[in-house]
């Protein structure tokens, strides 16, 4: 069992920056692939980013690419996600979860933290 805790949410003028924080708990956290997701009012949720256990692979959204950075550190089981030059389309809750054996299908989500850029 994996608990993930978001934070480092919050209000940012566009061209902006925020680093989320995703807290892991479990002794297994480094085998995890670890990614971000986004969900905005009205809309469904998106794949924002994501890193495996080794940290070799790391993917990331069009739309995001070049502006946000995903990071790990499997010693404090915490995975970030640095974004830059942020835009108000960038506005939504932003999820942290895990997989286990596929980067298609995550089993444990956190709670969720809101970003929110102004124009």
């Known amino acids: 069992q994996v608990q993930l805790v978001e934070s480092g949410g919050g209000l940012v003028q566009a061209g902006g920056s925020l680093r989320l924080s995703c807290a892991a708990s479990?002794?297994?956290?480094?085998?995890?692939?670890m990614g971000w997701f986004r969900q905005a009012p009205g809309k469904e949720r998106e794949f924002v980013a994501a890193k495996d256990w080794s940290g070799g692979g790391t993917y990331y959204a069009d739309s995001v690419k070049g502006r946000f950075t995903i990071s790990r550190d499997n010693a404090k089981n915490t995975v970030y996600l640095q974004m830059n030059s942020l835009k108000p389309e960038d506005t939504a809750v932003y999820y942290c979860?895990?997989?286990?054996?596929?980067?298609?299908?995550?089993?444990?989500w956190g709670q969720g933290t809101q970003v929110t850029v102004s124009s």
């Open positions: 979860a895990a997989a286990k054996y596929s980067w298609s299908q995550y089993d444990y």
């Open positions: 479990g002794r297994t956290f480094s085998r995890y692939i």
